[in-house]
């Protein structure tokens, strides 16, 4: 197709946080977008993440100062923008002989409490764990620790939330349909694209301006399969699992534990009643549509926790692994945990001229930013863009005053206060403000409608529906929320029986590409 009608500025080629947030940036700054996902947001890297807004404090060992600086700056632009879904986690990192000396942690600690910027944060310190709440739960021999403050952030939401805010802004968001082709203009002005609805096996062509690839662990293949005229980027794909198990201890602080082997593994606590231990580092070459834990990988996080926690756990405490994988770049000769964590944005152009854009690696911690320089790159080609807006912008539903989640939960707990308190504090720190729209209409505890397991209520999975493009039992019970946990086994079988017969007649977040082209 050789004219320059465009049916989208951007066709953005992958639905995880990276993809997801330069489609809300750039509809924030006028353009037209449109971003295929091909399975649901975040089913990729952006939901098996250890969940941490954080500067990395072991990149500091590597020099990353820039990396380290940049991810820090962003902890509190994320806390104030979204303070229903992150908050700050402390951190308590025990003294491992052999593995670090102490004045190497306190130099490390110095530098991440004043390189980047932090007002709501707490700074670092150390603390004798010799008696302390916090030395309970561990073996003995550690007695000494130092602590300090990251974010803790719920991935799939922040991706669902960056979704949302971009299809306010006016960008069209579909779901399980991929970007199968992608042919640049004879003129160089643009890309005819072909995307493929898995629901319904129906294709349909697109104009578009600039083509995206926010692919994630895909990128490459995208490069090398999809995107025709350009030249592909060779990432390292490293593979990184967690284990969840029953709570392992009795506050909401975090341990980083030092392994032998100078690797360092966290233990957080997760959904009120479990830890999440993680995570591993292993390169990977298998099937990115299946990433599972493998036994190596299982046993190290288990003979982790065996070798920092008092109470032994064996594969039998196991309630859920997961498992994603890292993006990065960097060649293949360094150690896994070794590769940088920082992003490139590489710009290309196909031979007729026709631009398109890749994002290789990247953190969750940096996605804004990744999309505000992604976004301001395409200057080039959009001059008539706007400026760089997202650094003072709630996402949807985090509009809360003073960003202060307390306050916040209090006031609704007058405004509901016919909700149970678990439901409520839930609600609150899923949706933020918007549990006023998960909720309208609902006047008492029956208005909710049938619960499909503890605290999943029929109101909340019309919401996540109509909103927040979920399709399945899975989308809900392990993306939107993470009530999978909680559940029975037949509570699957059950919600997605009732979406089956419900969904079609309220209607979908998802628009379809036939209304773009
Ligand atoms: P993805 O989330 O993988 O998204 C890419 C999407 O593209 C996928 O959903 C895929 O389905 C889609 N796609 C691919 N091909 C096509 C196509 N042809 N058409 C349509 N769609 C397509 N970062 C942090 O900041 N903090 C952490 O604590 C942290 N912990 C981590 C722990 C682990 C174990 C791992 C693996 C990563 C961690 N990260 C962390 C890094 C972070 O999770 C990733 O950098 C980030 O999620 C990558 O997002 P993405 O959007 O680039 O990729």
Redesign the pocket.
Known sequence: MNNNVFDADLLI???????VGIARDAAGRGLKVVL????DL?????S???????GGLRYLEHYEFKLVRA?LSEREVLLNAAPHIVRPLRFILPQSPGVRPAWLIRIGLFLYDHLGGRERLPGSGSISLTGSAYGAPLNPSLQKAAYYSDCWVD?SRLVALNAVGALERGATILTR????HAEPDENGEGWQVELLDHRNDKRTQMHVRVVVN?????AES?LSN?IDGVRATAMRL?????IVVPKMFDHDNAYIFQNPDRRIVFAIPYERDFTMI??TDDDFNGDLDHVTASQHEVDYLIETSNRFFTRPISKDDIVWTF?????LLGGSGDQAKEVT?DYRLDLQKAPSGSVALS?L???????RKLAEQAVTKLDSVFNTAGKAWTATAALPGGDIADADIDSFIAKLAMEFPWLPDDLLQRYARAYGTRIRVVLDGVANINDLGSPFCPGLYECEVRYLVTHEWAETAEDILWRRTKLGLHAEQTTTVRLQDWLNAHADSFGTASQDAKGIA
């Open positions: 080629i992958g639905g995880g946080i990276n993809g295929c996902e091909k399975g975040a089913s990729g890297t952006s098996a993440s250890t969940k941490l807004i954080h991810a991935d349909t991929q970007c199968v926010a692919a994630g662990p895909w995208c999809v490293v593979r990184g699992s967690h993680g995570t498992s994603g994988v890292r993006p964590r994002v690696g990247g953190k969750i911690t940096t996605y």
